[in-house]
T-cell receptor, first 114, second 109 residues
Framework: DAMVIQNPRYQVTQFGKPVTLSCSQT?????MYWYQQKSSQAPKLLFH???????NEADTPDNFQSRRPNTSFCFLDIRSPGLGDAAMYLC?????????????FGPGTRLLVL | GQSLEQPSEVTAVEGAIVQINCTYQ??????LSWYQQHDGGAPTFLSY????GLEETGRFSSFLSRSDSYGYLLLQELQMKDSASYFC??????????FGAGTRLFVKA
């Protein structure tokens, strides 16, 4: 009965080799988020979707792209990973209700760049 | 700019009460959330305040004052398992969410 699923849990890639992380949800939530979290730091929002509306953070590098083909799935593409992109990548969802905003996080994908 | 401030570390003993404060400065405000994160785990939702006042959920309570741009998380009857990082997060327009740097809580026996 997992609600937010991320695959894979661990991903190793080579410097400059494109990688895609995936997230799926069974909650039928409107909003999906991608966060990057480095050790002992706060989750940093990369982008989020409200339904199909894509919202990119101003400081998210162009190297990071996202796709949401349908309500249930969202992907994070890193076109040319650098050593500095090694981090935990967290996907989260919410219904998008301003008076009851609750984000449900997936377990995360830990990315290692060699 | 947009910023949230919370203490970096708090230490308390089992059974005690601890309060973690959060002040924020953001453009746009829907509400203030609190999340708990254990080492190696994902954040889990604790509470959300959209309106001023106190929300209580079991041992945890959260307070918001919109006029003061201030909130806090209150943890009562502390247990060892409460040792974790606690993040406040502001939900702004369009459901953009900004997290504070986190407060590491150490609970001692």
């Amino acid at each position: 009965d997992a609600m937010v699923i991320q695959n894979p849990r661990y991903q190793v890639t080579q410097f400059g080799k494109p990688v895609t992380l995936s997230c799926s949800q069974t909650l039928n939530h409107n909003v999906m988020y991608w966060y990057q979290q480095k050790s002992s730091q706060a989750p940093k929002l990369l982008f989020h979707y409200y339904d199909k509306d894509f919202n990119n953070e101003a400081d998210t590098p162009d190297n990071f792209q996202s796709r949401r083909p349908n309500t249930s799935f969202c992907f994070l593409d890193i076109r040319s990973p650098g050593l500095g992109d090694a981090a935990m990548y967290l996907c989260a969802t919410s219904r998008g209700l301003a008076d009851k905003e609750t984000q449900y996080f997936g377990p995360g994908t830990r990315l290692l760049v060699l | 700019g947009q910023s949230l401030e919370q203490p970096s570390e708090v230490t308390a003993v089992e059974g005690a009460i601890v309060q973690i404060n959060c002040t924020y400065q953001t453009s746009g405000f829907y509400g203030l959330s609190w999340y708990q994160q254990h080492d190696g785990g994902a954040p889990t939702f604790l509470s959300y305040n959209a309106l001023d006042g106190l929300e209580e959920t079991g041992r945890f309570s959260s307070f918001l004052s919109r006029s003061d741009s201030y909130g806090y998380l209150l943890l009562q009857e502390l247990q060892m398992k409460d040792s974790a990082s606690y993040f406040c997060a502001v939900v702004t327009g369009g459901f953009k969410t900004i997290f504070g740097a986190g407060t590491r809580l150490f609970v001692k026996a």
